[in-house]
């Protein structure tokens, strides 16, 4: 249940990114394969962080202290750039069309998870 409702809230925070930020598109037809998509779309983003985000923070550990966590944007916006390689990759209608945009979304993003994890509950 604990992942199925972090996979809504990543979702939730992806259409809001899709929404606010120039240069994110979802591309999909009705609502409900907008729906489906962010669905996938949350699902593979979650997949990314999950794997790549621990040895990104451990290779990475001293551009984290150097630049005093500042570095985890710029890995974020990454990571948001691989999950639209990855969804094209899957044919699924979602584009980030480049670092700037993935820069940006991924701050959306970021705050729109913790938004909700605030108003859902996070435990």
Do not use: R
């Amino acid at each position: 249940m604990k992942v199925i409702l972090k996979i809504l809230v990543v979702a939730a925070a992806l259409w809001g990114a899709t929404e606010l930020v120039p240069g994110i598109a979802l591309s999909a037809g009705t609502t409900t394969e907008k729906i489906v998509t962010l669905l996938a779309v949350a699902l593979i983003f979650g997949v990314v962080n999950a794997v790549l985000k621990p040895i990104i923070k451990t290779v990475g550990c001293a551009f984290y202290v150097l630049t005093l966590g500042l570095f985890a944007l710029v890995v974020n916006a990454g990571l948001l750039l691989l999950t639209s390689w990855l969804a094209e990759k899957l044919d699924l209608p979602f584009q980030v069309s480049g670092f700037w945009a993935a820069f940006w979304g991924a701050i959306v993003v970021g705050l729109i998870s913790w938004l909700l994890n605030m108003i859902l509950g996070d435990d």
